[in-house]
Nanobody, 115 residues
Framework: QVQLVESGGGLVQTGGSLKISCTAS????????MGWYRQISGKDRELVAL???????TYQNFAKDRFTISRDNAKNTVDLQMNSLKPEDTGVYYC?????????WGQGIQVTVTS
C-alpha cells in the first residue's frame, strides 16, 4: 500500500507560478510511474503530466510549455512546477502513483488562479 500526500497548493494570480509536491509513504521499486491529474469544476479528471522512474516525462498539450514535472526517487517525491498560470488552471490537483498493477491517489489539493 502507498499513501500519497500533496502539498503546496493555494491561491495565485494570473501569470504567477506555483509548485505542488507529492510525497509517497514508501519507496517503490522500479517499474513505477508518478504523476499529476486535475479536476476542474464540472469536468472529468484529466491527466496533467507523468514521469516514470527512469525520468521519462509525458505532458498533456496544455501543460507542455508551462508546467514541469520532476521527481526525486531517493525522497519518494514528485513535484509539478506550474508557470504562467491561467484562471482555467483552477481546480483540484491529484497526485497519482502506478506500481505493481495498482493505482494510488492522493487526497487532492486546491489550486486557485485569480484573474
Amino acid at each position: 500500500q502507498v499513501q500519497l500526500v500533496e502539498s503546496g497548493g493555494g491561491l495565485v494570480q494570473t501569470g504567477g507560478s506555483l509548485k505542488i509536491s507529492c510525497t509517497a509513504s514508501r519507496s517503490m521499486n522500479s517499474g513505477n510511474t508518478m504523476g499529476w491529474y486535475r479536476q476542474i469544476s464540472g469536468k472529468d479528471r484529466e491527466l496533467v503530466a507523468l514521469i516514470d522512474d527512469g525520468g521519462t516525462k509525458t505532458y498533456q498539450n496544455f501543460a507542455k510549455d508551462r508546467f514541469t514535472i520532476s521527481r526525486d526517487n531517493a525522497k519518494n517525491t514528485v513535484d509539478l512546477q506550474m508557470n504562467s498560470l491561467k484562471p482555467e488552471d483552477t481546480g483540484v490537483y491529484y497526485c497519482q502513483a502506478r506500481w505493481l498493477f495498482n493505482i494510488y491517489w492522493g487526497q487532492g489539493i486546491q489550486v486557485t488562479v485569480t484573474s
